[in-house]
């Protein structure tokens, strides 16, 4: 059965950095990218970075320069390093893997930025 397993999430100061991980197993063998979404309360799911097998990032202008994303040597892991963390960071935090034109999505890790 095809899964992402994501881990890292937490509570964190203004200020501070949390790693996410994220693997997928599984189902899942032939992934072209990976990457990180966020979905704060009453809003809409958004991009937070991806990566091509490539090594190509795209991230969203709101975590440039704080946010840093990056694979895993192990196959089909993909990590978040998160710095510089401000309470408008709050939400769930979704690992996606694309398989071709297939996303597959993690269930979701909540980071919580306090004032």
């Known amino acids: 059965q095809e899964q992402l397993v994501e881990s890292g999430g937490g509570l964190v100061q203004a200020g501070g950095s949390l790693r996410l991980s994220c693997a997928a197993s599984g189902g899942i063998f032939s992934v072209n990218a990976m990457g990180w979404y966020r979905q704060a309360p009453g809003k809409q799911r958004v991009l937070v970075a991806t990566?091509?097998?490539?090594?190509?990032?795209n991230y969203a202008d709101s975590v440039k320069g704080r946010f840093t994303i990056s694979r895993g040597n192990a196959k089909n892991t993909v990590y978040l390093q998160m710095n510089s963390l401000k309470p408008e960071d709050t939400a769930v935090y979704y690992c996606l893997a694309r398989e071709g034109d297939v996303p597959h999505w993690g269930q979701g890790t909540q980071v919580t930025v306090s004032s």
């Open positions: 990566i091509t097998n490539g090594g190509s990032t």
